[in-house]
C-alpha cells in the first residue's frame, strides 16, 4: 500500500515549507569561486586519481573531464560498467520507493538518469492509486526533481534531451559542496556516480543533511570496494586494460576514462563511507553491496 510505504514521507509533510532562496543559480547562471576561494584552493592537495595536485587544480580537471564526456555520459558509465549501471539506477530508485508529492533534489544529476527514472516512478505510482483508489488527497502538490551539477555542458545535454517529457524536472547549475537552496527543502536526496569526483566529501554530505526536511532520506549509488578477491583481480584488470582504451576508441578521450577508474581506487570503502556518513549526522546508516561490491548504494536518513 501507498500509505504504508509512504510512512517517513508523510510524517515529514508536517514540517512546516520554507521557500527556496531567491538567488538559486539556475543553468543561465554559473557556479563560481570566489578569488580568496580560489587561492585557499591552490595551497591544499588532494588526490585527482593517483595524481596529487591542489584542490583548485582538481576542481577544474574534473570540470574539464565531464565537459568532454557530457554528450557521452550514458556512453562513459556503459563502458565502466557493461551497461549493468541502468539496472543499478533502478534499483536505487527502487530503494526510495518515491510518492506522489516527493521534492527530490539530484545531486550531480548530470543529464537527469535518476530524475526521470524518479519522475517515471511517481507517474507510475499516481496511475496505481488512482486504480485501486488508495490515495487521499494528501499530496496535493506535483513530485518535482531538482538536478544540480557543477558543470553546465551536462545540464544542457540532460535538457536538451528531456525537457519535452519531463516539465517537472528543474535544471540549477550549483556546487554539492554548497548547493543553492534553503535549508530543510527536500523529502529525499540523491547522487550517484558523483561523490567520488567532489573535493570535500565530508561538505557534501553537511549539504545533503541541511537541505533535506527532517525524515529525509539521503541514498548514494556508486563504485565501491570489491571484496571478493577474484573478481577484484578480474575487474581491475578490466579497469585499467579495457576502460580507458574503450574511451579512446568510443569517445576519443584515454585520459578521462583513466582518472575515472582511478577516481573509483582512491573513493573510502564501504565501512569507512558509511561512517562520513553518520559523521555528518544521518541515522539508520546502511549499504547493499551490488555485484559483490562493484558498486554499493548508501542510505541514512535525517532524523
Known amino acids: 500500500m501507498a500509505a504504508s510505504r509512504g510512512l517517513r514521507f508523510a510524517a515529514s509533510r508536517f514540517v512546516e515549507h520554507r521557500s527556496f532562496v531567491a538567488s538559486v543559480r539556475r543553468v543561465s547562471g554559473g557556479a563560481q569561486s570566489s578569488p580568496q576561494t580560489e587561492e585557499a584552493l591552490r595551497d591544499h592537495n588532494t588526490n585527482f586519481g593517483y595524481e596529487k595536485v591542489s584542490e583548485f587544480e582538481k576542481a577544474e580537471k574534473v570540470r574539464q573531464v565531464f ?3 557530457a554528450e557521452k555520459y550514458d556512453l562513459m558509465n556503459d563502458a565502466m560498467s557493461a551497461g549493468i549501471h541502468r539496472l543499478w539506477k533502478d534499483r536505487l ?5 518515491p510518492l506522489p508529492g516527493m521534492k527530490l533534489i539530484d545531486v550531480a544529476g548530470g543529464t537527469g538518469d535518476i530524475s526521470t527514472r524518479f519522475i517515471q516512478a511517481v507517474r507510475y505510482q499516481e496511475l ?12 496535493s ?3 518535482h526533481a531538482y538536478v544540480v551539477d557543477i558543470n553546465r555542458e551536462m545540464l544542457e545535454a540532460g535538457k536538451r534531451r528531456n525537457h519535452l517529457l ?3 524536472i528543474s535544471w540549477t547549475q550549483g556546487d554539492a559542496e554548497e548547493l543553492p537552496f534553503a535549508d530543510g527543502q527536500f523529502d529525499a536526496y540523491t547522487i550517484a556516480f558523483g561523490i567520488r569526483n567532489v573535493t570535500h566529501i565530508d561538505k557534501v554530505l553537511s549539504e545533503a543533511y541541511r537541505v533535506l526536511k527532517p525524515g529525509g532520506r539521503f541514498l548514494c549509488l556508486e563504485f565501491s570496494r570489491v571484496e571478493n578477491s577474484l573478481l577484484r583481480s578480474i575487474y581491475d584488470n578490466y579497469s585499467f586494460q579495457v576502460i580507458p582504451v574503450m574511451g579512446l576508441l568510443l569517445a576519443r578521450d584515454w585520459k578521462s576514462y583513466q582518472y575515472l577508474v582511478e577516481s573509483i581506487r582512491k573513493f573510502p570503502c ?6 562520513m556518513i553518520q559523521a555528518a549526522g544521518f541515522r539508520e546508516v546502511t549499504y547493499e553491496n551490488l555485484m559483490n561490491g562493484v558498486a554499493a548504494i548508501h542510505s541514512g536518513f535525517k532524523l
Open 67 to 69: 565537459t568532454r564526456v
Open 93 to 97: 530508485i527502487s530503494v526510495l520507493g
Open 128 to 139: 496505481q492509486d488512482h486504480d485501486t483508489d488508495v490515495g487521499d488527497g494528501s499530496c
Open 141 to 143: 502538490q506535483r513530485a
Open 166 to 168: 519531463y516539465p517537472d
Open 270 to 275: 564501504q565501512e569507512l563511507f558509511k561512517e
